[in-house]
C-alpha cells in the first residue's frame, strides 16, 4: 500500500484510499519502501527500507490521513542506496501530511551483505512495533513517543539476528505451503 500510495497521483483515488483504510484511527504506521520507480511492479526495485510514522498529537496540517506528526528513515544498507529510498519516503510522508514535510534519518544497525534489507526491514518493523506498544502503555496516551525508545535495540541487531528471523519466516512460509 505504501508503494501505490507514494505512485499514485490521482487526489480523488488518494483521499478514498485514505478513508477507507482508516489511517485517522491509526497512533503509528510502518511502511516499507522498495526504491524502484516502476509503478508495474511493487517489488522491481533492488533495496528495501523502512519508514515509520506516528504521532499521538493531530496537528492542524494533517490530512484525513492520520495524525501523524514524525517520520524517521530506516536503512540496513545507508549511503547510496538510501538516497531513492528517502526519496519516496519523503514523498509518502507529505502526502499523508499534505505539505512537505520533515524527515529524519533513524539510527539503525547495517547489514553485512547486499541481500538481507528486506529481512532487516521484518526485524526493525517487529521491533518498532513491539516498542511502541509497550511505551503507549507506560505512558498516557496522547504523549509523544520519541524513537529513541527503539533506537537503541535497533542499533544492536545482529547478523545472527537476522539469519534467525530470516529462518523464522522461511518455516513459516514453508508450513503454509504445505497447509
Not at 498516557?140 to 539469519?163: C, K, N, Q, Y
Request: charged share 20%; proline share 2%; aromatic share 10%.
Amino acid at each position: 500500500m505504501s508503494f501505490w500510495l507514494t505512485m499514485q497521483d490521482d487526489a480523488k483515488f488518494l483521499e478514498e484510499a485514505f478513508s477507507e483504510m482508516k489511517l485517522h484511527e491509526l497512533d503509528m504506521m510502518l511502511c516499507p519502501i522498495n526504491d524502484t520507480s516502476m509503478t508495474c511492479t511493487a517489488d522491481a526495485g533492488s533495496h528495501w527500507s523502512l519508514l515509520a510514522c506516528w504521532g499521538n498529537v493531530r496537528s492542524s496540517r494533517a490530512r484525513q490521513a492520520g495524525p501523524f506528526s514524525n517520520f524517521r528513515y530506516y536503512d540496513s544498507l545507508g549511503g547510496l542506496f538510501a538516497e531513492k529510498g528517502l526519496g519516496q519516503a519523503a514523498e509518502l510522508a507529505n502526502r499523508l501530511v499534505g505539505e512537505a514535510t520533515q524527515i529524519d534519518m533513524g539510527a539503525c544497525s547495517q547489514q553485512t551483505n547486499f541481500y538481507d534489507c528486506g529481512v532487516y526491514v521484518l526485524l526493525f518493523s517487529e521491533i518498532i512495533a513491539s516498542t511502541f506498544l509497550e511505551a503507549q502503555k507506560r505512558e498516557h496516551r496522547g504523549s509523544s513517543i520519541s524513537a529513541r525508545v527503539w533506537e537503541d535495540r535497533l542499533m544492536a541487531v545482529t547478523p545472527e539476528e537476522v539469519d534467525a528471523c530470516r529462518a523464522h519466516y522461511h518455516t513459516l512460509a514453508g508450513e503454509r505451503a504445505k497447509n
